[in-house]
């Protein structure tokens, strides 16, 4: 059994990190000055919310993109809520040094110039959403600010749309519905395909993907995914093979991108990797438009590499009228209606609100997405817990591999040495 001593130091049922709840934490926030709008017309502000004149220290709530109301409910409960949209970045930029928190969706960008221009009030960004791509998060680390988002609300959302373009796909159901409104009967020209016992290819197994293959699974689909980060354990508790990346591709009926936008994700799908697909696959994008080669995926569709797309997201937002995929036939086309659903939006918006409040409070946040700065006071209390959380690990690694357990002493060995016996093994097992 492993054993880990404690330093004397450190007695059970001692608060692991007491600086958090500090009458004074990183991300809490003292007294500001009297809070003042300047005027907007009302096409630019949308529709404000009036409040009553506020103390001279309460804190301040910009949102600049429609929310659920309850979600304003909640913040309301924690200072002076401002709801302004269609900002221009000039009248953000007028605002941002009277906010303590800064609520945002995907228009609204958040950049460095931004939290310069905050002069250190701003705290906490929330992202009413999942994706970040609009938010400068090394900036935001820098300047002492909390980026906090709400990655669960509308995973079910997600999903379920993910699903219904997938039948939309495999029934060609908005060309059989686009044939009857033009006053056509075309019902041999529009027959689809049965999705029992085709294999479903899930890029991406966090939890929107790891949903679809949920339902998909119960729809009889095979599900196999490509995820580098997906633990063996989950996908096998969801009945998914894991395989590589060219491997998922070429055995997908269907690919499902859940992936996020990054600079390696940038056009992933492209001429290369879309020849990869399996001959007259179908794949669907509810993730970010960014991700697929427009032009590429339109190429491998006239070439009948592929049979037909679905798309919720492009690389520009809203696409123009001549966009390439949009008026074709053998792309099915949403307007970002993934977590658009009553319940998503209201959810996204209780669970933000939630995570703003907490960093407003300096509680920790499950939705933080940058660690705050801590003092060299702070660290010297966290150091010990940080060494234990360390060998506790190592142990559990060696229990796992079934090897002895080394028995550390932090009394007697505050750092543990580079060539102990715990490192050999770390040095032994790419997994630890």
């Known amino acids: 059994m492993a054993?880990?001593?404690?330093?004397?130091?450190?007695?059970?049922?001692?608060?692991?990190?007491?600086?958090?709840?500090?009458?004074?934490?990183?991300?809490?926030?003292?007294?500001?000055?009297?809070?003042?709008?300047?005027?907007?017309?009302?096409?630019?502000?949308?529709?404000?919310?009036?409040?009553?004149?506020?103390?001279?220290?309460?804190?301040?709530?910009?949102i600049t993109e429609r929310v659920g109301s309850s979600g304003i409910a909640l913040l309301e409960k924690v200072g002076?809520?401002?709801?302004?949209?269609?900002?221009?970045?000039?009248e953000l930029l007028e605002k941002v040094p009277y906010v303590d928190a800064l609520v945002v969706r995907s228009k609204t960008y958040v950049t460095r110039q931004l939290f310069a221009a905050s002069n250190g009030r701003l705290k906490v960004v929330?992202?009413?959403?999942?994706?970040?791509?609009?938010?400068d998060i090394p900036a935001a680390?820098?300047?002492?600010?909390?980026?906090?988002?709400?990655?669960?609300?509308?995973?079910?959302?997600?999903?379920e749309h993910a699903v219904a373009l997938l039948y939309a796909l495999s029934r060609n159901l908005a060309q059989g519905d686009a044939s009857m409104k033009a006053g056509r009967w075309e019902s041999s020209k529009y027959t689809g395909i049965s999705l029992v016992d085709k294999?479903?290819?899930?890029?991406?197994?966090?939890?929107?993907?790891?949903?679809?293959?949920?339902?998909?699974?119960?729809?009889?689909?095979?599900?196999?995914?490509?995820?580098?980060?997906?633990?063996?354990?989950?996908?096998?508790s969801l009945g998914v093979e894991l395989l590589s990346?060219?491997?998922?591709?070429?055995?997908?009926?269907?690919?499902?991108?859940?992936?996020?936008?990054?600079?390696?994700?940038?056009?992933l799908f492209n001429s290369v990797t879309l020849s990869k697909m399996k001959q007259g696959a179908y794949i669907i994008n509810v993730a970010r438009g960014g991700v697929i080669d427009e032009?590429?995926?339109?190429?491998?569709?006239?070439?009948?590499?592929?049979?037909?797309?679905?798309?919720?997201?492009?690389?520009?937002?809203?696409?123009?009228?001549?966009?390439?995929?949009?008026?074709?036939?053998?792309?099915?086309?949403?307007?970002?209606?993934?977590?658009?659903?009553?319940?998503?939006?209201?959810?996204?918006?209780?669970?933000i609100a939630g995570a703003v409040a907490a960093g407003l409070r300096g509680e920790p946040c499950a939705t933080a997405l940058n660690a705050p700065r801590v003092s060299g006071d702070e660290l010297s209390l966290l150091q010990p817990y940080a060494e234990l959380a360390e060998l506790l690990g190592r142990a559990t690694v060696q229990m796992v591999h079934g090897r002895s357990v080394q028995v550390h002493d932090l009394?007697?060995?505050?750092?543990?040495?580079?060539?102990?016996?715990?490192?050999?093994?770390?040095?032994?097992?790419?997994?630890?």
């Open 3 to 62: 054993l880990v001593r404690l330093p004397q130091s450190m007695k059970l049922g001692e608060r692991v990190i007491p600086f958090m709840n500090q009458q004074r934490s990183s991300f809490q926030t003292p007294a500001r000055k009297s809070f003042r709008w300047k005027a907007q017309s009302e096409e630019d502000r949308g529709q404000a919310m009036q409040a009553p004149p506020i103390a001279r220290d309460e804190i301040q709530i910009l």
């Open 80 to 90: 002076r809520v401002e709801c302004s949209y269609n900002l221009s970045e000039t």
């Open 126 to 135: 929330g992202r009413a959403g999942v994706g970040v791509d609009n938010i």
């Open 199 to 236: 294999t479903l290819a899930v890029m991406g197994l966090g939890k929107v993907g790891a949903e679809v293959a949920r339902i998909a699974s119960g729809l009889g689909m095979k599900v196999v995914a490509h995820d580098p980060y997906a633990l063996p354990g989950v996908a096998h």
């Open 295 to 351: 032009a590429d995926l339109a190429a491998a569709l006239d070439e009948g590499r592929l049979r037909g797309a679905a798309l919720d997201v492009f690389e520009v937002t809203p696409p123009a009228p001549d966009n390439i995929l949009v008026c074709r036939s053998d792309v099915v086309c949403t307007p970002r209606l993934s977590v658009s659903t009553k319940e998503a939006k209201e959810g996204v918006a209780v669970e």
């Open 411 to 432: 009394n007697a060995q505050t750092h543990p040495r580079a060539d102990g016996p715990c490192d050999a093994t770390a040095e032994e097992d790419p997994a630890n």
């Open 141 to 159: 680390t820098e300047a002492g600010c909390l980026v906090v988002n709400a990655p669960t609300a509308n995973t079910l959302a997600a999903a």
């Open 245 to 267: 990346f060219n491997d998922a591709l070429a055995q997908g009926d269907f690919v499902s991108l859940h992936i996020p936008l990054t600079r390696a994700t940038c056009r």
